[in-house]
């Protein structure tokens, strides 16, 4: 099973930038895998963000137009590239992959990912 590490969260001011990473390990390559990014805050349920293949993004309602997803094959890594960002986008940020490439309907549940980093925490002021 592939194995993720994100990093890149901090405390930033509202309107202020942060780019999340997710280094994959082991002898797996990402570009064979749909990446995801979910957020989720205490009492809620984990929120779809972004999601990426090798051909192929896409990002939630909510964040379009202020969040971006972007990989590295080379480096094995993934991007969440955040600007504008809000108040209410302050959760604990989770990378998830599953082998294959994405559906539109991914980004809608953590159940089609069965691996998952341990999260970067993001808090805007």
């Known amino acids: 099973q592939v194995q993720l590490v994100e990093s890149g969260g901090g405390s930033v001011e509202a309107g202020g930038s942060l780019r999340l990473s997710c280094a994959a390990s082991?002898?797996?390559?990402?570009?064979?895998?749909?990446m995801a990014w979910f957020r989720q805050v205490p009492g809620k349920e984990r929120e779809g963000v972004a999601i990426?293949?090798?051909?192929?993004?896409d990002v939630a309602s909510s964040v379009k137009g202020r969040f971006s997803v972007s990989r590295n094959n080379a480096k094995n890594i993934v991007y969440l590239q955040m600007n504008s960002l809000k108040h209410e986008d302050t959760a604990m940020y989770y990378c998830?992959?599953?082998?294959?490439?994405?559906?539109?309907?991914?980004?809608?549940?953590?159940?089609?990912?069965?691996?998952w980093g341990q999260g970067t925490q993001v808090t805007v002021s």
């Open positions: 990426i293949d090798a051909d192929w993004s």
């Open positions: 998830g992959a599953h082998y294959g490439d994405c559906s539109e309907n991914d980004i809608k549940s953590r159940r089609f990912f069965p691996a």
């Open positions: 082991g002898r797996y390559t990402i570009q064979n895998y749909c």
